[in-house]
């Protein structure tokens, strides 16, 4: 990478120097010694050269030229993580001030060092910002894009994402190409086209921004999507615009075709960026079929799809950023229900990470190269532009919604509108497109220091007071909810009679198309993208064992049953009344086999294994078989204890009596054993769909078997438990995860591990 | 066509605009409905619904037509089941799906809400006892699993099991071993399902809007 090269001219002694200054002026002490090492290390490796005398081998030689530029790169990341870590032991701070704020702090704290040594600051190159440090940020925004309300209201995203910027554009250029010319402003040489150009730069929203401030304030879940929609999307816009400008304002002259041929070329962006996602994303989707045997690597195709998507669509001018949103929300249903739990973990966490990093690293930059960059400054020009951004926000959000609202079916409100309008933020992306700018305009570094001040003013004036005027304003916050088994019931319900009474009443809406997609992707798409079996899995029952997993893990977390379900109640309170009559011999015959089944789970422990290409079980599902074995354990004691007081209450009663409610009985025992599967449901299947011969899944299969015999003692339908066993064999087989909900869910999976 | 239509029924249109809420155009619109599914006669029955090819995949088609049918959704404190219904009858159906007006106190909002969850709650009630019991429920999950097969007849029990779980623990707290859970009030149903901010989720967009096309 050339950036950090070009940035260090000078000599090394002054290199050697800042990075001292930066340590100790932070505070650490971490490698004090190396670089005292390393001013006398290229002359001693000289020396040892030259002198050519007896000299003992030089025990220690350092040469730093050699690791010089990997080694400032990890600095400088390190660096940004140490800022980051800092503030979270301060814990007010974090709670007031957003995280980007502080980081541009710090990295205008940074910048002023380095300068005041005399060495030229790095400057945010833009080829580094766009080509590596944006893909993460975009990439995690993509595949953890909640869909259902992304997809509710994108005609309202796209409206403010395109329509919006437009107008954004042209108001702004048209108001400040009014303005310089302004004889007393003294900037007569802008033209119209630079003016624009500026405008375009400076209209569109930033995800960046948008989500290091969204991310603190907990909004609810419709207005998020739409300024975080609206920041992805307008990419497109943006792009071209650009483009457009530049190439306007190189020749100088704009005809009626050169219009229209930019509307074209915006279809031809946004589309053909939609196109190629959408080919990167199945190819994803479809290679993932095949990986059920090198799990180790699953994760980096995501990656590595995702980030060509975004290269290739960059490689043609066509919006990157919409490439590798749409590869992700592509890839993921299929991918998800390809991978094994670990990947997928893997998967997000290496998202989150590399997001994280990046961002840090974007907003310290930022602070440095506002330190570094050239400045030309003019009052009326700057604030004129800080204010025109505000205005032309507010108007346009204003005008759109009103228009909007004729067509939605939940209107925006007037809070909604305030906060899609304040939280407009800029970012990054406008100052590496304005860095890009060449040198050619005169006005340059005048636009520089505009746009640097819309960053600075909106990350720092908004962001700082969109917290406590949410509060104020008791703006809708987002809901906490925990999965409710319930909820994702009558959600599936709804969606079904909805479409139903779209059906009667003969029209074809929004419920009616999203079935036939639905319907399409089941049998057609579904089949070639999904290994094995699963995909005729229903949503539903994925949902279910997703949630039985996690209580499982969170019972290996915690060492306890799940709070959940912090009442005692149990499925005894929910059986219908009838409990069947039992003699005390059968009740003795229950408890012998009820300790034995106890005493042979302890003994079916399985032995680890370890090897670099399966990283089959971990401790996790050892730990996963054992906490089962626990809550197994801890419902036969219970059950036993519950039984031995009930049996008091029993009348002996002969077997005739009970076969006119066959169905009641049949339904105690069935649901016994769905408690009883329901604990190893979550079973060790987190590598793969086909039937496994692990010795653990063996070791289920002979637990299942015991069942039948105790059913067969107590006169019970043995027809129906061998159907039930056979069934939950299958089932046992075809366990997987799918992840199907949405952003809460994840979060919540979140909470254990991470605290940010 | 709608309006010349509407000029010819206005009274009888204006009744229903006042007790059902919808605009005189969806009423005419939603009248050309009615007409086409019953062969323009005036009642409509089991059978003419059942023909609609669209609902012949829909895993829950005949809750849904037993919803048409059933007087408890006809807001005259009736109950069972009718054979036939009228197209007042169809209307008021039909407005439980209507979206809630923009300037509503939160308190018609809870109102509103209360009357699709009623209508949701109906549904799962069949034996109309005031209470969906486990049967009632487990049967609801096995209807919307029943295009999986075996496989999705054995996870509905689970499922559901695991839900009534989780409305008694969240209605009742605690209970004894010894106590039982009757079954799902409608209060405890408003209860578990008040964050799915149904008054915004259950409606149709077409009935909102003045111009559409009519299908099939």
């Not at chain 1, 069947?580 to 408890?591: G, W, Y």
């Not at chain 1, 354990?633 to 009596?657: D, F, I």
């Not at chain 1, 039930?724 to 909900?741: F, K, T």
């Not at chain 2, 075996?150 to 409305?167: H, N, P, R, Y």
Request: with cysteine; glycine share 6%; hydrophobic share 45%.
């Amino acid at each position: 990478m050339p950036a950090f090269s070009c940035a260090f001219p000078g000599c090394r002694r002054d290199l050697l120097v800042i990075v001292l200054v930066v340590f100790v002026g932070i505070g650490l002490p971490i490698e004090a010694s190396a670089p005292a090492y390393q001013s006398h290390g290229t002359e001693g490796s000289y020396l040892t050269n030259v002198t050519n005398t007896k000299k003992a081998f030089p025990v220690l030689a350092v040469n730093y030229k050699h690791v010089r530029q990997p080694f400032e790169i990890a600095l400088w990341i390190l660096l940004a993580l140490l800022m980051k870590l800092g503030f979270h032991l301060i814990p007010r701070l974090s709670g007031v001030v957003p995280e980007s704020c502080l980081l541009i702090v710090v990295g205008l704290l940074v910048g002023g060092l380095i300068k005041v040594i005399g060495e030229e600051p790095p400057v945010l190159d833009s080829q580094l910002f766009f080509l590596c440090l944006l893909p993460p940020i975009i990439l995690d925004a993509g595949y953890f894009l909640p869909i259902r309300p992304f997809t509710e209201n994108v005609g309202t995203i796209l409206v403010f994402a395109v329509i919006g910027t437009l107008w954004n554009t042209f108001f702004m250029g048209g108001l400040l190409y009014a303005l310089c010319q302004i004889e007393s402003v003294g900037l007569g040489g802008v033209d119209l086209l630079a003016c624009l150009l500026f405008g375009s730069i400076v209209s569109a929203v930033d995800p960046v921004a948008v989500l290091a401030v969204f991310e603190e304030i907990h909004i609810n879940e419709l207005v998020h999507i739409l300024v975080f929609g609206e920041s992805l999307l307008n990419d497109a816009v943006t792009v071209v615009l650009y483009n457009l400008f530049e190439e306007f304002a190189k020749v100088g002259t704009v005809t009626v075709l050169d219009v229209f041929l930019g509307v074209v070329c915006f279809f031809v962006v946004s589309l053909g960026g939609v196109l190629v996602g959408a080919i990167y994303g199945f190819l994803a989707a479809f290679t993932s079929r095949f990986t059920s045997h090198t799990r180790v690597i699953e994760p980096l195709f995501v990656f590595l799809y995702s980030y060509m998507a975004y290269l290739s669509s960059e490689m043609f001018h066509l919006s990157g950023i919409m490439a590798l949103i749409v590869c992700g929300v592509v890839m993921r249903p299929y991918v998800e229900a390809n991978i094994s739990h670990k990947s997928y973990t893997t998967i997000k966490y290496f998202l989150k990470m590399w997001s994280s990093v990046s961002e840090t690293l974007i907003f310290i930059f930022l602070g440095v190269s506002t330190v570094a960059g050239p400045h030309a400054w003019n009052w009326t020009f700057v604030i004129t532009t800080v204010i025109l951004c505000l205005v032309s926000r507010v108007l346009g959000v204003i005008g759109l919604t009103f228009i909007i609202n004729k067509f939605r079916i939940v209107k925006l409100t007037k809070k909604d509108q305030f906060i899609v309008a304040y939280g407009g933020l800029r970012g990054a992306i406008a100052f590496s497109l304005g860095y890009l700018l060449s040198n050619r305009h005169q006005m340059r570094n005048l636009f520089l220091t505009a746009i640097i001040t819309v960053i600075f003013f909106t990350v720092f004036v908004q962001g700082m007071t969109i917290r406590p005027l949410v509060e104020l304003l008791a703006v809708k916050k987002k809901k906490e909810s925990k999965p409710s088994i319930n909820e994702e019931i009558h959600t599936e319900f709804l969606n079904h009679l909805l479409t139903g009474v779209e059906g009667v009443c003969g029209h074809y809406g929004h419920y009616h198309w999203k079935e036939k997609l639905n319907r399409f992707n089941k049998t057609y798409v579904k089949r070639w993208l999904i290994a094995g079996e699963n995909f005729k899995e229903p949503e539903l029952i994925a949902f279910y064992r997703k949630m039985e997993l996690k209580q499982a893990i969170m019972m290996v977390e915690s060492g306890q049953l799940p709070s959940a379900l912090p009442s005692t109640i149990s499925m005894q309170n929910i059986q219908p009344r009838a409990i069947p009559r039992v003699s005390k011999k059968r009740e003795e015959e229950i408890r012998r086999i009820l300790r034995s089944n106890l005493q042979n789970n302890k003994q079916k422990m399985r032995s680890r294994s370890y090897s670099r290409h399966t990283l089959f079980d971990a401790d996790e599902e050892d730990n996963v078989s054992e906490v089962r074995l626990r809550k197994t354990k801890m419902e036969m004691e219970r059950r036993v204890s519950v039984m031995e007081r009930r049996m008091s209450h029993y009348l002996t009663v002969p077997a005739n009596r009970e076969s006119p409610r066959p169905g009641v009985r049949r339904v105690r025992f069935e649901s016994d054993n769905q408690v009883f599967s329901a604990d190893s449901v979550p079973t060790v299947h987190f590598e793969q769909p086909s039937p496994p011969s692990t010795p653990d899944a063996v070791s289920l299969e002979e637990e299942v078997p015991k069942r039948p015999s105790l059913e067969a003692d107590i006169e019970g339908p043995r027809g129906n438990a061998s159907d039930n066993h056979q069934g939950e064999l299958d089932y046992q087989r075809l366990a997987r995860c799918l992840s199907d909900p949405g952003p809460n869910k994840d979060k919540e999976e979140d909470d254990p591990f991470m605290s940010c | 066509m709608g309006a010349l239509q509407s000029l010819s029924d206005e009274p009888e249109y204006r009744e229903l605009a006042e007790k059902t809420g919808f605009s005189f155009e969806q009423i005419g619109i939603l009248h050309k409905r009615f007409k086409q599914l019953s062969h323009n006669e005036d009642m409509l029955r089991r059978a003419d619904l059942d023909t609609i090819p669209d609902l012949a995949c829909n895993p829950i088609r005949i809750q849904i037509i037993e919803a048409f049918f059933d007087k408890r959704n006809f807001h005259q404190n009736g109950d069972g089941t009718v054979e036939e219904i009228s197209f007042e009858e169809f209307l008021v159906v039909m407005s439980h799906f209507r979206p809630p007006a923009l300037n509503m106190t939160e308190e018609q909002r809870e109102k509103v809400r209360r009357e699709k969850l009623r209508f949701l709650f109906n549904m799962h009630d069949t034996d109309n006892d005031g209470t969906i019991t486990l049967e009632e429920y487990r049967h609801v999950v096995e209807e919307l699993l029943s295009r999986s097969g075996a496989l999705g007849k054995e996870t509905a029990k689970g499922i559901a099991d695991a839900a009534m779980l989780e409305v008694a623990s969240i209605s009742m707290g605690h209970m004894e071993p010894d106590e039982f859970y009757e079954g799902i009030t409608f209060e405890h149903f408003l209860k578990i399902l008040k964050d799915i901010e149904i008054e915004t989720r259950m409606n149709i967009r077409f009935l909102n809007m003045d111009t559409m096309t009519l299908c099939k």
